[in-house]
């Protein structure tokens, strides 16, 4: 009889894996305003892990990421674009009032610019309406190139012009150089002209993916190549 009231005792003092999650949370929100970005994170993750139905913990997971991706630390926390994404549309799908949230979040600036972020705004690319929209708020990469990462950029400032950035890895005296042109487009339902100076216009379309494709330039997306060579 006394054994079976110590066990109730203490099946009652301990804590529910919701309990744990909450005390999790709590302590890694405590580390992140002390500025202990890597040690918040951790507690997050353990708090998501400890109640994978607490919207909150994977979005303190994404908005963490968002500060060390934004202190350059990509690779050492893995804080990729996507990474950040899947997080806040986990938290997002859990609790839709996390998303009135990110929009306020400086946290969550570096995947402003992506597909993913237009998505959750209700900008999707299987609509071809929205292709001209999505075209200037994304920022475009190409697949990496080894230790180089992705060498080329496409941005759409406006309805009228495009940037193009380029790395220049074959300047063997400066490996480091870039170049910018700027030029002009046009769309037609997912179907994009580009027209720089001297060169004869570059067809291209966006995918049904959120992918831009060309002939001539390859394929862009919205995350760069990252922490791959």
């Not at 999650?21 to 500025?35: H, I, M, V």
């Not at 475009?140 to 060498?151: A, D, K, Q």
């Not at 950035?165 to 179907?191: A, H, L």
Request: charged share 25%; aromatic share 8%; proline share 6%.
């Amino acid at each position: 009889m006394h054994r079976l009231l110590l066990l109730l005792a203490l099946t009652l003092a301990a804590p529910s894996p919701a309990q744990s999650a909450r005390a999790l949370n709590t302590e890694g929100f405590r580390l992140y305003q002390a500025g202990k970005y890597p040690e918040a994170l951790k507690k997050f993750e353990a708090a998501a892990q400890a109640d994978p139905q607490l919207a909150l913990a994977h979005y303190n997971v994404a908005a963490t990421l968002g500060v060390l991706r934004k202190q350059g630390q990509i690779c050492q926390y893995e804080a990729y674009r996507q990474t950040i994404l899947e997080r806040l549309n986990t938290a997002v799908r859990l609790d839709p009032r996390r998303l009135a949230r990110a929009k306020e979040d400086a946290d969550l600036d570096p995947i402003r610019d992506t597909v993913g972020w237009q998505r959750l705004l209700g900008r999707s690319p299987e609509k071809q309406a929205h292709v001209p929209e999505l075209l200037r708020r994304v920022s475009w990469f190409s697949p990496g190139e080894g230790v180089y990462g992705s060498t080329r950029k496409l941005t759409f400032p406006d309805s009228q012009r495009v940037v193009l950035w380029r790395r220049v890895i074959e300047d063997e005296k400066d490996p480091s150089r870039t170049e910018e042109v700027t030029g002009t487009y046009s769309v037609k339902g997912r179907t994009l002209t580009l027209t720089f100076p001297g060169q004869k216009p570059l067809q291209g379309k966006m995918t049904t993916r959120g992918v831009l494709e060309f002939e001539e330039l390859g394929t862009f997306q919205d995350s760069p190549s990252e922490c791959e060579a």
